[in-house]
């Protein structure tokens, strides 16, 4: 109970007060409510997009920031995933969306949670980017495509090859959507990119179930380091 007030407060308090930077702490314009210019200003946009990506399963790959340890985006990305602050998936999905409107996708699908581990945080995070770039593109979000069936443990510390045998078999389509999506082109959502095993693992499952296109996106991209 009291957790869930206490989580019910902090999603309060995301839309109503915040106005502090994420990163440094000073206080914030209305424009990013959670990043100040200055942390804005360091945070490093990747020019030449990695490509990670299995060629045969995906068309394309945006990432907005690279990732670093212990700078800035890691602490938007922590506050983003862990303490309540959707808004800044929105955010970021919005300046994903604004850059990626050239292509065309029918659907936004965000990687899914395990059911368990949706109790445990109380949302995914990949649905509000996915929300952001929605709200810029009018590409449809569908939330419960698709459908992850295995708790799998944290990729985190886990090399290429451990972390695609920790995905495989994770996911699957909702067959509810299989008509919808047979033939279609998406574009599939996540925070960080580390290694791209689980994309390329949704990508698979979405190839099989017939769509026609593929490109992801998310905020962050670790690869490189
Ligand atoms: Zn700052």
Avoid at 1 to 18: E, I
Avoid at 104 to 109: G, R, S, T, V
Avoid at 183 to 199: E, F
Wanted: a positive charge.
């Amino acid at each position: 109970m009291l957790r869930s007030l206490n989580n019910f407060l902090k999603t309060l308090l995301d839309f109503v007060l915040p106005d502090l930077c994420v990163s440094c702490e000073a206080p914030v314009e209305k424009k990013r409510r959670f990043i100040c210019n200055e942390c804005w200003k360091k945070l490093i946009m990747i020019q030449n997009q990695p490509e990670w990506y299995d060629r045969n399963l995906i068309r394309s790959s945006f990432s907005l920031f690279e990732f670093r340890e212990d700078t800035e985006i890691q602490k938007i990305i922590h506050a983003f995933k862990y303490s309540g602050m959707k808004s800044i998936g929105i955010i970021l999905g919005e300046e994903i969306g604004k850059l990626l409107k050239e292509k065309q996708a029918d659907y936004i699908l965000p990687v899914p949670l395990h059911i368990a581990k949706l109790r445990e945080r109380k949302y995914n995070q990949s649905l509000y980017i996915a929300k952001g770039i929605e709200k810029v593109t009018g590409w449809k979000v569908l939330e419960e495509a698709l459908k992850r069936i295995n708790y799998t443990k944290s990729q985190t510390g886990l090399n290429f090859s451990e972390r695609q045998k920790n995905v495989s078999g994770a996911f699957r389509v909702n067959k509810r959507y299989s008509e919808l999506l047979r033939g279609s082109s998406v574009l599939i959502t996540d925070d960080v990119i580390t290694t791209g095993a689980t994309i390329n693992e949704c990508a698979k499952i979405l190839k099989d179930a017939g769509v026609r296109e593929i490109h992801t996106a998310s905020c962050a991209f670790a690869g490189g380091n």
